[in-house]
């Protein structure tokens, strides 16, 4: 068990975590643990930061085992909403949609591309596709710079188009902007290239065990980001004892 070690950084920690091989990840007694800090904890916030879209999300806020988010950051970035209302957090969400061209016309003009084929699930203010051994991923990107949106590749497997300049640490870090949370607070925590991004935020970050190669590789060397060997919840559990000494020298 990691909890009888933590220092103060555990409770006075802003958690902004990615769910699926993250927070969702790990044994039981790991994901029991972490999430007891959480709940246990009034001074320790959580930010829920994934490529889902919002309605794939709602059934874990009715889990009482998984704790509930202060704030839900999805669509690879392009939603931020209020945890606990669900409303869309602004000016933020004004400043998203106003660089977003429209699902129908990024669609309409990725229609051309060879073997992209659309992902059939929940998203906003994004449009995502399957990645094919014979997609010419160039052809994406120049189609999507033309209209002023950005291309993700995650997972080996996932496209996703998104406004230009939006991902997911782009959105975070106006958010701790937005609510003054100090720097020094937050922790970062993903597994895939769609968490690059959070990496690249200069926040405190755990690449947690089993992540994608790509992000391993990107995030090396990086004094501010910690790769921890655990899965999931026991991940994020090291790096919470990988940054006392950080914590407590500030």
């Known amino acids: 068990m990691f909890t009888a070690n933590l220092s103060k950084f555990a409770y006075m920690l802003l958690l902004a975590t990615d769910l699926d091989g993250t927070l969702l990840g790990g044994n039981y007694e790991e994901k029991h643990e972490l999430y007891s800090i959480i ?14 879209g919002l309605p794939s999300i709602l059934p874990l806020l009715n889990d009482p085992f998984i704790p509930n988010p202060d704030y839900i950051i999805a669509d690879v970035g392009a939603t931020v909403v209020d945890g606990k209302t669900l409303l869309p957090v602004e000016p933020l969400h004004t400043e998203i949609m106003s660089r977003w061209p429209g699902e129908a016309l990024v669609r309409e003009r990725l229609k051309q591309v060879p073997h992209l084929r659309e992902q059939v699930v929940p998203m906003d203010r994004r449009c995502s596709y399957y990645l094919h051994e014979q997609l010419d991923i160039t052809e994406v990107k120049s189609i999507a710079n033309g209209l002023g949106c950005d291309v993700i590749v995650s997972a080996g497997k996932f496209v996703d188009v998104l406004p230009g300049g939006i991902n997911k640490g782009f959105t975070l870090r106006r958010l701790m902007e937005m609510l003054n949370v100090p720097e020094k607070e937050v922790l970062v925590a993903g597994d895939t290239l769609n968490d690059l991004s959070l990496f690249e935020t200069g926040y405190k970050g755990v690449v947690v065990g089993g992540a994608e190669k790509e992000l391993l590789d990107a995030t090396s060397g990086h004094q501010h980001v910690y790769q921890a060997e655990r899965l999931g919840c026991g991940g994020i559990l090291q790096a919470l004892h990988h940054y006392n000494a950080v914590f407590d020298g500030i």
Do not use: I, Q
């Not at 246990?40 to 889902?52: E, M, Q």
């Open 39 to 52: 709940s246990a904890n009034p001074s320790v916030r959580l930010v829920f930061v994934t490529g889902r």
